[in-house]
């Protein structure tokens, strides 16, 4: 029996990144089956104006939050050059396709790395077709689906979902009947995961 985990965030969001450290350890330390399923919310959809990083913003707000969060959880991240900020719209596209062939997890994971630690364009279907090929994706099918917008229909549905679970920022991070928003310590996740396990071998027995 697996421990379910959703967790809503945006490729563009440093704090998701950096969340996804003490998420994994936590999972790891608590020896479950743990099924992750990353879920969008673009930040800045279209129309809306993307980020720049020359801008006083994103100037202030890293070495204010950012960097330091990050140090605390040892993730190597930095203010990415790309200008303006990529949309994410396609990025998730194809997060849909690699999870359609069991590489969501993969995929979330190496988008995150490209664009906060190598600076990649994660707007550019070129580049987001490199790193499936990096996964073992197909690279032709990816490309197409990309392309051809695929997966648009299903993610349009997934960013309905957010709203109608009154998602409102990113990282927000659900444990059974446990929500958290924003960067949370391997500590916490993990009593949630155990908490939840219990929980649901509780239910199992009660069934039976």
């Known amino acids: 029996m697996s421990v379910e985990v959703k967790v ?61 969060l990050a140090d605390h959880y040892g993730v190597k991240i930095k203010l990415p050059s790309v200008s303006p900020q990529p949309r994410t719209d396609l990025a998730w596209e194809g997060y849909q396709f690699a999870r359609d062939h069991d590489l969501g997890n993969e995929y979330n994971d190496r988008v995150l790395r490209a664009f906060f630690q190598e600076e990649q364009d994660i707007g550019d279907i070129a580049i987001l077709t490199n790193l499936a090929e990096e996964l ?8 197409q689906a990309l392309e ?19 998602v409102d920022s990113v990282p927000t991070i659900v444990i059974g009947q446990q929500r958290f928003a924003g960067v949370q310590s391997k500590e916490v996740l993990l009593k949630a995961l155990l908490d939840e396990a219990r929980k649901k071998d509780m239910d199992d027995a009660k069934a039976h």
């Open 8 to 68: 809503w965030s945006d490729f563009v969001c440093p704090f998701c990144m950096i969340a996804e450290s003490p998420l994994l350890e936590a999972i790891r330390e608590s020896g479950l089956e743990v099924d992750v399923d990353w879920l969008p919310f673009e930040l800045r959809p279209y129309p809306t104006p993307t980020l720049r990083p020359e801008d006083p913003y994103l100037q202030a707000v890293w070495p204010r939050s950012v960097y330091p």
């Open 136 to 143: 073992g994706l197909h690279t032709s099918r990816f490309r």
């Open 148 to 166: 051809q917008r695929s997966y648009r229909n299903r993610h349009e549905r997934e960013l309905k979902a957010a709203s109608d679970e009154k």
